[in-house]
């Protein structure tokens, strides 16, 4: 919940990786049911807990899109109930506009323009960002997004899920001289980016060197596997955000999205903007998965421009974050 005078008032993440990890990912028809049965005991908490009656509220924003339809249309139908029920007009939010604008929920704003890393399990996008609603897609991944490439990956490694936070855990003990992956397309002009190649090494480079290893060398093995991996994705991002600044011209650069939340990622970008004599940008690591305080944040910039929804509403599973119109 935020308000315009104080700010994030309460947020709450309802956690499903228990319910899915049963079957190694998200079951979109478990994920929908679920939904419905958290998101009214949710709410009335999130109310007790900013001290606030229904009354209270001028609006309510959702999730609208991309994502799975299932569980959009939950989150979509209970939104606008509420809207309607309460008197107050309702917003339909892009989910990746929600992580571009999570920053701005922290004391320090990154000031307009500046460039945008959108890195998570579905998407890694470069934006120039000219103000809210004012995207310019840079570059994007044309194949595994990054968070998407550490999951499959992971597997790949038997690491469990989610996989992501498990193989960047076990980076951490990785040796970072023991093998080099591919940085993908890179050694060409644009910004485009492709991370399935990046899977696809992984494995033969398991499979080869695994055979010769046993017991705790293979562990070790599964280390510096993953150290390889992370160190060239970190990599591959850093060189085509330099770019992207470089091209543009834009002094301040934001993280945003589940894969910004990775250390070495975060680390690594404020040393090249500190070289760089710029200024990087990420929200807190609870704020950089899906959460509610960035949908609330967003809805809230476009129903004070005089933004709403109609008496209906609608969800866009693809839906392109260059269409929204500018605040």
Same mark, same amino acid.
């Given at each position: ?50 001290? /606030?009656?229904?009354?209270? &509220? =001028?609006?309510? $924003?959702?999730? !609208?899109?991309?994502?799975? #339809?299932?569980? +959009?249309?939950? %989150? ?60 310019? /897609?840079?570059?994007?991944? &044309? =194949?595994?997004? $990054?968070?998407? !490439?550490?999951?499959?990956? #992971?597997?790949? +490694?038997?690491? %469990? ?167």
């Amino acid at each position: 919940m935020y308000g315009s005078h104080d700010g994030l008032l309460a947020h709450a993440v309802y956690s499903q990786i228990e319910l899915h990890a049963e079957y190694g990912g998200v079951v979109p028809e478990l994920a929908s049911r679920d939904h419905v049965r958290k998101l009214a005991p949710m709410v009335r908490q999130l109310l007790s807990d900013a001290g /606030l009656e229904a009354r209270d &509220i =001028d609006g309510v $924003a959702y999730t !609208a899109g991309p994502g799975l #339809a299932g569980a +959009l249309l939950v %989150g979509a139908a209970f939104g606008r109930s509420l809207a309607w029920g309460w008197g107050v007009p309702a917003i339909g939010i892009h989910h990746m506009e929600g992580h571009l604008l999570a920053p701005m929920l922290e004391a320090e704003q990154p000031p307009f323009p500046f460039v945008a890393l959108l890195v998570s399990g579905g998407h890694t996008q470069l934006v120039l960002v000219e103000g809210v609603g004012r995207y310019r /897609l840079l570059g994007e991944s &044309i =194949d595994d997004a $990054a968070g998407e !490439a550490f999951d499959k990956t #992971a597997k790949l +490694l038997d690491l %469990g899920y989610p996989g992501g936070p498990a193989l960047a855990k076990l980076a951490e003990q990785g040796d970072p001289g023991r093998f080099r992956f591919p940085r993908p397309m890179t050694d060409r002009p644009g910004l485009d980016f492709s991370f399935s190649g990046l899977k696809t090494f992984a494995l033969t480079t398991w499979q080869q060197a695994s055979a010769a290893e046993s017991g705790a060398d293979r562990e070790r093995l599964k280390a510096d596997i993953a150290r390889a991996f992370e160190d060239a994705v970190v990599d591959t991002l850093l060189i085509k955000c330099r770019r992207a600044l470089e091209q543009t011209g834009a002094g301040s650069l934001v993280l945003a999205g589940g894969v910004s939340a990775n250390h070495r990622l975060r680390e690594a970008v404020g040393q090249m903007m500190t070289k760089l004599g710029g200024r990087a940008y990420y929200p807190r690591p609870e704020l950089c998965t899906d959460n509610g305080a960035m949908i609330a944040y967003a809805g809230w910039q476009r129903l004070r421009a005089g933004q709403h929804e109609g008496a209906g509403f609608d969800i866009r599973p693809r839906w392109a974050m260059v269409d929204l119109p500018a605040v």
